[in-house]
């Protein structure tokens, strides 16, 4: 297997899908090329020892090589949620489009792996136009994912426009966090963001202090600042930075809500908070003819 002789890299199978974990002096982090998909973070204390997994994955989670994987760090591209013209480039004709885009159900190709110096490793999945995703979404383009594990664990994600004119999307990495959906969870950082709550008829509102967590949730915070801190019963958590990422969303889906998710235990959704970042809805990005986009985020304990 290329870049199994790296210290620290292994690969396995699992059902269908190809895993690779990397451990370090910092972390132990499993991702898959299938979507590219992370699925595990484990920090490292002072000690070397393994903290708790800062992700979450479901249990009922497929691993069929075709759907999206229900949980870890799934990529939305071209467009969050479902399809919206608005915000969105323009489909091919009578495409069905699937919901948070088509990537995170793709394989993607395992570019690179590497070591550097400082301790850290690298993991460079890319993912490019073809007749598949040209008879959903007509455009040239080539993505590229960067995760680089070690005190945090950073994600790049890069849109490379290959057309000769703009490309209007949306985008998120949509984070499944092992965190209490209630209102021992606060989040700071979202303050002067607009939230729409679009479980309640996308009302909008100024948000004014940390966001106390409540499920079912489904909301949206365009203008969104780049750092965001959760914290359960006062202690501190959790620590999201982003760069060239205006939105965030919260999703958990509830007790009732989750009944209709087949890969989801019905008791499960008290068990993770997805806290993603991205640019949705009017925070669209338009990138240039020939030229790239990039959205990053680090995640960490504080």
């Not at 451990?23 to 020892?49: F, I, Q, R």
């Not at 915000?87 to 489009?97: D, M, R, S, T, V």
Request: a negative charge; hydrophobic letters at 40%; proline letters at 6%.
């Amino acid at each position: 297997m290329p870049f199994s002789h790296i210290p620290g890299v292994t690969f396995s199978m699992r059902d269908a899908v190809s895993v690779i974990e990397v451990e370090n002096d910092y972390a132990k982090a499993v991702m898959t090329a299938h979507g590219a998909t992370v699925l595990s973070y484990c920090p490292k204390d002072k000690n070397g020892d393994l903290q708790e997994d800062l992700l979450w994955v479901s249990e009922q989670a497929v691993f069929d090589g075709k759907a999206a994987i229900r949980g870890g760090i799934p990529v939305c591209w071209p467009w969050f949620s479902g399809y919206q013209s608005e915000f969105n480039a323009l489909l091919e004709e009578g495409a069905q489009p699937p919901a948070h885009g088509f990537v995170r159900k793709m394989s993607w190709h395992l570019e690179n792996v590497e070591k550097l110096p400082s301790g850290v490793t690298t993991v460079l999945f890319s993912l490019s136009s073809s007749k598949e995703t040209q008879a959903i979404w007509p455009y040239a383009f080539a993505l590229q994912l960067q995760v680089v594990v070690g005190e945090t664990l950073s994600l790049s994600l890069t849109t490379h426009n290959l057309n000769a004119f703009d490309l209007q999307l949306t985008e998120a990495l949509h984070t499944y966090f092992r965190l209490p959906p209630d209102d021992t969870l606060q989040l700071d950082g979202l303050q002067g963001a607009t939230q729409i709550e679009t479980l309640q008829q996308n009302r909008q509102n100024l948000v004014g202090t940390p966001v106390v967590m409540q499920s079912p949730i489904d909301n949206v915070y365009l203008n969104a600042g780049p750092s965001l801190q959760a914290s359960v019963q006062g202690e501190p958590v959790l620590q999201i930075d982003s760069s060239h990422a205006r939105s965030c969303i919260v999703w958990n889906p509830g007790p009732e809500t989750v009944k209709g998710f087949s890969d989801i235990e019905n008791s499960h959704w008290k068990e993770f908070v997805c806290i993603e970042n991205g640019n949705v809805w009017n925070n669209f990005v338009t990138v240039p003819a020939e030229s790239k986009h990039k959205m990053q985020i680090a995640i960490c304990k504080p």
